[in-house]
């Protein structure tokens, strides 16, 4: 039989930092597709807002 690891949560994954990523990957396409302005500019709009949410969430005590 082989040992299974007990199962992590999302909170102790590495992978808990790729929402924040996500966040702005989708509001930096909507940013693109609803405004005039063009890629740079969307992705630093987006970068700004999965920064405040990691930055909201530490401040929570979340993460």
Not at 3 to 14: C, G, H, N, T, V
Not at 41 to 46: C, D, E, R, T
């Amino acid at each position: 039989m082989t040992e299974q690891k007990p199962l992590r949560s999302f909170r102790e994954s590495p992978w808990r930092y790729s929402q924040f990523v996500v966040l702005g990957l989708i509001v930096a396409g909507l940013v693109k597709w609803l405004s005039p302005f063009g890629w740079l500019p969307s992705l630093a709009v987006g970068a700004v807002v999965g920064v405040g949410y990691l930055l909201l969430e530490k401040k929570r005590g979340v993460i």
